[in-house]
């Protein structure tokens, strides 16, 4: 499978993923990739759909068993963080 074909194969698995599961409609248009790689013949890419409801997929070609499987995840909070650039110890007080 070329880099291509796993790229629509993944999108179209969360595209039936969303209609079987969700019952919501979406187009290859409404899915993004926001991560891809491709690892030793394996294929992994992190989809997001966009919209209100903000899923966050990861699907993964297994080339040795000629499968692909589909994992979803929904984002829970988005927060602002402190950025602490310094090396905590275990122990030590932050």
Known sequence: M???????AAKNAVIRWMSQKC??????TQIQIVWFAHVLGNKKAILITLGQDQMIFEVTYNREDDEM????YTKCYNNV??????????????
Not at 69 to 72: A, F, P, T, V
Not at 81 to 94: C, L, N, P, R, S
């Open 2 to 8: 070329t880099s291509y074909e796993f790229e629509v």
């Open 23 to 28: 019952d919501i409609v979406f187009d290859v």
């Open 69 to 72: 499987y589909i994992d979803c």
């Open 81 to 94: 963080a402190d950025i602490d650039t310094t090396v905590h110890q275990k122990g030590e007080e932050k």
